[in-house]
């Protein structure tokens, strides 16, 4: 997919539920993406839509490199650290 619109994963989305044998879909794990998550609820309205915790912790590792604080984070026991590390346990 080159595009990450909200109308290209609608497309995505419509067409794997048209491959489906039984369509009674209750959960779903994507990415973080805010389209994704859109269109998930416009395709499967009523779904458990769960983030990937790779996704996740990819996106706090981020954080924490464009606010200053990724060399804080890898001194172990530092408050940074064990922050993160609650917010990872959630």
Not at 16 to 28: A, G, M, P
Request: glycine share 6%; aromatic share 12%; hydrophobic share 50%.
């Amino acid at each position: 997919m080159k595009r990450k619109r909200h109308e290209d994963y609608v497309a995505v989305l419509k067409a794997i539920d048209d491959l489906l044998l039984v369509r009674n879909v209750k959960f779903l794990v994507t990415g973080s993406e805010a389209a994704v998550w859109s269109a998930a609820a416009e395709v499967f309205p009523g779904i458990i839509h769960y983030g990937c915790s790779f996704h996740w912790i990819q996106c706090l590792l981020r954080m924490l490199i464009e606010l200053g604080f990724y060399t804080e984070y890898l001194e172990k026991g530092s408050e940074v650290h064990t922050s993160v590390k609650l917010m990872l346990s959630l």
